[in-house]
């Protein structure tokens, strides 16, 4: 138990576009889910965190406009990164939290992470 | 949430222990310590949280000071698919706590 997935695994994108990666719980409900960033060597960096039928809350200094973030149902959440730039080009990872009273445990579960690279 | 220090990278030899510490030392009463580790290009993967007493798991041990400013993480027979950064977090368990990770430690599982 206690997967998340995320789609895509890897995406190539033109300067100026937007990209959306998205990020389900297979076999829990999440009512919470995380967003972070990591760039190549360094760790990782929590951008967003997305509630379920609410807006998101940004850590500072992360750009509400370009990282749109949309939590739509307790098992999915999706990062729009809109008009991308090079310096976006980053490993984006989700995590999912898991509801009270369910069976698995009391903690953060992570995706595999989405590479994207703009061009 | 308190920060976390760990050394940069570690070796191990294969099948020895591989023991990771952590210092927290300014750590609050409610607050756990977890473990977490990164496998290159994937995403991090639990491996074990604690609060006071000592933890163990079909992963790892987890000790912890009884000051409780510092732990340690024990991966009893390490192996070659061990390799990987390691994450020492402490955060005060609860709906709407982050995890805020540190730079960890690189732990390189040698033949």
């Known amino acids: 138990g206690a997967v998340v997935s995320q789609h895509p695994s890897w995406v190539i994108c033109k300067s100026g576009t937007s990209v959306k990666i998205e990020c389900r719980s297979l076999d829990f409900q999440a009512t919470t889910m995380f967003w972070y960033r990591q760039f190549p060597k360094q760790s990782l960096m929590l951008m967003a965190t997305s509630n379920e039928g609410s807006k998101a809350t940004y850590e500072q200094g992360v750009e509400k406009d370009k990282f749109l973030i949309n939590h739509a149902s307790l098992t999915l959440s999706t990062l729009t990164v809109t008009s991308a730039h090079p310096e976006d080009s980053s490993f984006y990872i989700c995590?999912?939290?898991?509801?009270?009273?369910?069976?698995?445990?009391?903690?953060?579960?992570f995706g595999p992470g989405t590479r994207l690279t703009v061009t | 949430d308190a920060k976390t220090t760990q050394p940069p990278s570690m070796d191990c030899a294969e099948g020895r222990a591989a023991n990771l510490p952590c210092n927290h030392s300014?750590?609050?009463?409610?607050?756990?310590v977890y473990w977490y580790r990164q496998i290159h290009s994937q995403g991090p993967q639990y491996i074990i949280h604690?609060?006071?007493n000592n933890e163990t798991n079909e992963m790892a041990s987890l000790i912890i000071t009884e000051d409780r400013k510092s732990s340690t993480l024990i991966l009893p027979h390490a192996t070659l698919r061990d390799t990987a950064v390691y994450y020492c977090i402490v955060r005060v368990a609860g709906d709407f706590n982050k995890f805020y990770f540190g730079s960890g430690t690189k732990l390189n599982v040698k033949p």
């Open positions: 995590s999912a939290r898991a509801n009270l009273g369910q069976t698995i445990a009391y903690e953060q579960y």
């Open positions: 300014t750590i609050s009463g409610n607050e756990y």
């Open positions: 604690g609060l006071k």
